[in-house]
Structure formats: structure tokens, C-alpha cells
């Protein structure tokens, strides 16, 4: 069976086709958001440390609080929730635009993004329960779970030129309406292809936080996630740093997107022939590779092996994320789903928030290399949990 045919196949099934195109336009102005919301602050009060705060506000807010809300999707239903939701967001982005336009105070558009946070829609998680609940079969899955990694590595490198286009050339707000305008409209279109939806399911045990998200089955995937967020965290820091002192800056965004285009020929190539290849082999093999390549970063001092390292570094993601997220489809419960796919995204952005402030510190000091070296280290931590998620028996699915 060819690789195309794989995917093809894919929106054979009723409902799937519908469902994708809405989803994939709907993470583009999610991928648009955060930077967005720096342009439309940056222009407001002409402090960049103020638009940081404001990004990271809405950032923080998102991180901590969605995967609530995403308790509440796997209760009562995508639509239901959206119909709360997406008021509370499209008022919160208006807010936003209006009062970084207008120059009101700080406070005003500093609580509209931590509003927006909070009610942003994770489309990631929707669409892949949506694939869950479509889909039969273990290679199914994974072709459709890379097709989703293909879709988020696309939307975020497209996303952010969009936005700079936008916000440089229009107005510092324009960013923020088209991406709020994406997020809005097509989630909406999304969660009206009612016959895609995963059935809503009983509430879990647990107050705050449900409980069975606890279980040793499932804690392993936060926490390589919460690592990756280090990853990138860090060596979007240190991209820039070793750019600049290659005298290559200008080009630092070309460089970063030759590691997202390796990741994205990975990801398609994994998704076509996952049922020969496996999650474990490619899970180690990815982690394996993403090490050894961070740390040839930390002694690379010339542009071409700068640049090729840092596409080879992309292409080992793929083969990382997307097998463990056929792992976690495979333990977590439908009425976990949604939550379990949700923690993972805030464990990464957590993990990117504590790490750009430190590895940036470690590079003013040093040097960018220094900062790879550190993160090298880091990633020796994944390799141990990669080793947990792939050892010989299978994962047992959480009750």
C-alpha cells in the first residue's frame, strides 16, 4: 500500500473530511495567537517587556486552566462546551483590540488576555478525539495522528509570517483579528460536523484534577512533553544567539524552518508505514538521534554544520511525538481523552516557559553553545522516558 494511499483512505471515512479542513484553519490562528498578542501589545505602549507580560498571561492562563475546561469537553461534549467557550474568547479578542488601539491602561488588556487563555479552544485535542472515535485500528491512528503533527508543524510556521505580515504592514492589531477570527469561525464550523463528535462520558473521580489522570500508565507522557517544551524552549534561544554570532541572523527564521520541514517529511514518512516501522524502534531511534544532534550543536561552530544539524535535529521529533501519541490514545479512556491530550500541551508549555529565561541567561553568559550542551543534558531525561513508554509490554489502558 503506497504512502498516499494511507492517507487517503483516511477521508474515506464519513465524517472525516468534513471535520479536517475547519480544524486545520482553526489552529492556524491558534498557531497565530501568541504572537499576535505581542504585535498588538508592542504597538499599543512600545515596550516589548509589556507585550512579553501580556504573552505571557495569556500563555500561563492557557496552560494551567485549559486542561479544566477540557474535563468539562470530555463530559459533556465539544459542541457544548464551544457553545460557552467561543462567546467568552471572540469577547475577550475584541477587548484585546480594542484596548491595545484605543491605548487604555494596562490592566484592561493584560485581564482580556488572561481571559483569552483561558477560553481558547485546544483544536489539537478536538481533532484528535475526533480521529479516535473515527478511525479502527492501530495503523489507522497513526497515520491520522501524523497527519495531525503534519497539520501543527505546518500551521505553526505559516502562522507566524501571516502574523508579522499583517501586524508590520496593516496594523500592530491586525494579527490578533485575523487569528481570533480563525480560531472563531472555523470552530464553530468544526463543532457543527456533529457526526465526527466522540459521544460525551461520565465525569471521573477527583475534584481538580481527575484522578486517573495519576496513574503510572499515563504520567510518563506529561513529562516527556514537559521536556520537549525544554527543547524548545531553549533552542529557540539558542538559534537565535548562534545565528547572530554567524552573522546570519536575517536568516535565523529560514534555518528554524528547515528543522520544521525535516520534521515534516519524518512525520508523513512515519504516518505511511508506522505498521512496519513500530512506536517503540521509532520512539528511541527519534530520541536517540534528537540527543546526539543537540549535542553536535554545542561543539558546532561553522554555518554548515549549524544548519544541518539543526534540520536533523527537527526530522528526530516526529518520530517522538507522534508514536507517543498512538501510545496515549491507546491508554487513555475516552472520557480521559481530551484531558490526557490537554495536560501534555500544558506540560510542554510549561516546560518552554521555564526554560527560554534560563537557557537565555546561560547564553548572555556564555554562549550559545553552552546552552545546547545544557539542554543536551536535559534530554539524556528523555531517553530514560522514552525507555518507559516503550518497553516490551504493551501499556495497560487505564479503567
Known amino acids: 500500500m503506497s504512502a498516499l494511499t494511507n492517507y487517503r483512505q483516511l477521508f474515506l471515512i464519513p465524517g472525516a473530511g468534513r471535520f479536517f479542513v475547519p480544524a486545520a484553519l482553526a489552529r492556524l ?11 498588538a501589545a508592542q504597538g499599543a505602549t512600545g515596550s516589548f517587556a509589556l507585550a512579553g507580560i501580556a504573552t505571557g498571561t ?5 496552560a494551567l ?3 479544566q475546561v477540557a474535563r468539562f469537553v470530555d463530559s459533556h461534549g465539544q459542541a457544548t462546551v464551544a457553545t460557552f467557550q467561543l462567546p467568552v474568547f471572540g469577547l475577550a479578542a475584541v477587548t484585546l483590540v480594542v484596548a491595545t488601539s484605543l491605548n487604555t491602561p494596562a490592566l484592561v488588556w493584560l485581564m482580556a488576555s488572561a481571559v483569552a487563555g483561558v477560553s481558547c479552544p485546544q483544536i489539537g485535542s478536538l481533532a484528535a478525539a475526533r480521529w479516535r472515535h473515527l478511525t479502527d485500528g492501530a495503523a489507522q491512528i497513526s497515520t491520522a495522528l501524523a497527519l495531525e503533527a503534519a497539520v501543527n508543524t ?4 505559516v502562522g507566524p509570517v501571516l502574523v508579522t505580515s499583517l501586524s508590520a504592514t496593516v496594523h500592530p492589531a491586525m494579527g490578533l483579528v485575523v487569528a481570533a477570527g480563525l480560531v472563531v469561525v472555523f470552530t464553530a464550523s468544526l463543532v457543527r460536523c456533529r457526526e465526527s463528535e466522540p459521544p460525551s462520558q461520565a465525569r471521573g473521580p477527583g475534584l481538580v484534577l481527575d484522578a486517573r489522570l495519576l496513574d503510572r500508565a499515563l504520567l510518563p507522557f506529561p513529562t516527556l512533553h514537559l521536556l520537549l517544551g525544554i527543547y524548545f524552549g531553549g533552542t529557540t534561544i539558542c538559534l537565535t544567539a548562534a545565528a547572530l554570532s554567524l552573522g546570519v ?34 520512539m528511541l531511534l ?30 528526530c521529533l516526529s518520530p517522538i511525538v507522534i508514536p507517543a501519541a498512538v501510545k496515549l490514545q491507546q491508554a487513555a479512556p475516552a472520557s480521559l481523552y481530551v484531558q490526557a491530550i490537554t495536560w501534555t500541551a500544558s506540560a510542554s508549555a510549561l516546560g518552554t516557559a521555564v526554560a527560554a529565561p534560563l537557557i537565555g541567561q546561560l547564553v548572555d553568559e556564555r554562549s550559545a553553545q553552552a546552552g545546547y550542551l545544557a539542554i543536551t543534558g536535559v534530554l539524556s531525561l528523555l531517553l530514560i522516558v522514552t525507555v518507559l513508554l516503550t518497553r516490551d509490554r504493551r501499556l495497560s489502558p487505564v479503567p
Open 249 to 282: 541572523a536575517p536568516y535565523a527564521g529560514l534555518i528554524a524552518a528547515g528543522g520544521g520541514i525535516g520534521g515534516l517529511l519524518a512525520g508523513f514518512v512515519y504516518g505511511a508505514s508506522s505498521h512496519r516501522i513500530g512506536t517503540g524502534p521509532a
Open 58 to 62: 495569556f500563555a500561563i492562563t492557557e
Open 29 to 39: 490562528g491558534v498557531a497565530m495567537q501568541s504572537l499576535a498578542i505581542l504585535w
Open 286 to 315: 527519534g530520541s536517540a538521534g534528537l540527543v546526539l544532534f543537540c549535542f553536535g550543536l554545542s561543539q558546532s561552530h561553522g554555518l554548515v554544520s549549524f544548519v544541518l544539524l539543526t534540520a536533523l535535529a527537527g526530522t
Open 65 to 67: 486552566l485549559a486542561p
Open 154 to 157: 505546518a500551521t505553526f510556521m
